[in-house]
């Protein structure tokens, strides 16, 4: 799994854990390398099958799966302060991962999640029907203009039509990876909130209200699952925090980390 590390684990250093969404890469959380604390221990995969991390054909994709690979990983750095922050599916495998990490971490930040009931009494045991691949697995460059404006406020801009682009070749030719890895995610997509509860580590969530992929009314299923969640939401602001107010979201997260650090 290739991945980007910026400092060194030690006393005072926390180690927060970067996960990026679907068909996204560890470049999602540049802006935030910008802004969180230099002393940081900065780790940020690219999660198996995206960006220069390996895809295989006949890998499993589900949360639950790549919430083991990244233990694993995890477990080749020495440390006990761990933090967990994660952005759509990424926030789908830190809220499972958070559950299987001995020992725990001392804070799980999500932003806007996937694996999150809409409704208060869906089965979050059933099989999920999604048509959220119409948007997040482009056929064509119309497909991928549609993808990073939707991904905002659901708006065109000018940062959604520099990035569609920028990344758009890649998207093109990843579309059966894609729809493999979509495919498997959706196949138990309810799976994160099996493990959101009362053991859940410190959470923290952060949401757009703007969003059209994960909507806002998801956050009141935190009310009961979680009562003591710290729950922010920015107003104006589509699916990615991180990229549409990268300050506001990263000294969101740094205050939480410091508040729950070691």
Same mark, same amino acid.
């Given at each position: 799994?290739?991945?980007?590390? $910026?400092?060194?684990?030690? /006393?005072?250093?926390? +180690?927060?854990? *970067? ?12 802006? &935030?390398? !910008?802004?969180?604390?230099?002393? #940081?221990? @900065? ?22 799966? !790549?919430?083991?690979? @990244?233990? !694993? #990983?995890?477990? %080749? ?10 952005? /759509? ?16 971490? =001392? ?21 999920? $029907? ?10 064509? #460059? ?10 905002? +406020? ?19 030719? =990843? ?18 909130? =099996? ?11 952060? &949401?757009?209200? $703007?969003?059209?992929? +994960?909507?806002?009314? %998801?956050?009141? #299923?935190?009310? /009961? ?9 920015? $107003?104006?602001?589509?699916? *990615? ?7 506001? /979201? ?13």
């Amino acid at each position: 799994m290739v991945f980007l590390e $910026r400092g060194a684990a030690g /006393s005072g250093n926390p +180690t927060v854990v *970067l996960i990026h969404g679907f068909a996204a890469m560890k470049e999602n959380w540049a802006l &935030w390398l !910008q802004r969180l604390p230099r002393h #940081w221990h @900065l780790l940020v995969p690219d999660l198996p099958g995206f960006g220069e991390s390996d895809y295989r054909p006949h890998a499993c994709y589900r949360y639950e799966t !790549q919430a083991r690979r @990244l233990e !694993q #990983w995890l477990a %080749c750095f020495n440390t006990d302060d761990i933090h967990l922050a994660g952005s /759509s599916m990424g926030g789908a495998i830190a809220a499972v991962l958070a559950h299987s990490l001995d020992p725990k971490p =001392r804070s799980v930040t999500l932003l806007n999640s996937a694996g999150i009931p809409e409704h208060k009494d869906v089965d979050i045991h059933a099989p999920l $029907r999604s048509d959220r691949d119409g948007i997040l697995i482009p056929k064509d #460059w119309k497909g991928v203009y549609r993808m990073f404006n939707s991904v905002g +406020t659901g708006k065109p801009t000018v940062s959604g039509l520099a990035m569609a682009g920028l990344l758009g070749p890649d998207l093109l030719g =990843r579309t059966d990876a894609l729809r493999h890895i979509f495919s498997d995610m959706v196949a138990d997509a309810l799976a994160p909130a =099996r493990y959101l509860g009362p053991d859940t580590p410190p959470l923290q969530v952060q &949401w757009g209200d $703007r969003d059209v992929i +994960t909507p806002t009314r %998801c956050i009141d #299923w935190f009310g /009961s699952a979680t009562p003591d969640a710290e729950i922010h939401v920015f $107003r104006g602001v589509g699916h *990615l925090p991180m990229l549409e107010t990268p300050a506001r /979201s990263a000294a969101t997260l740094e205050r939480f980390v410091h508040r729950h650090g070691r």
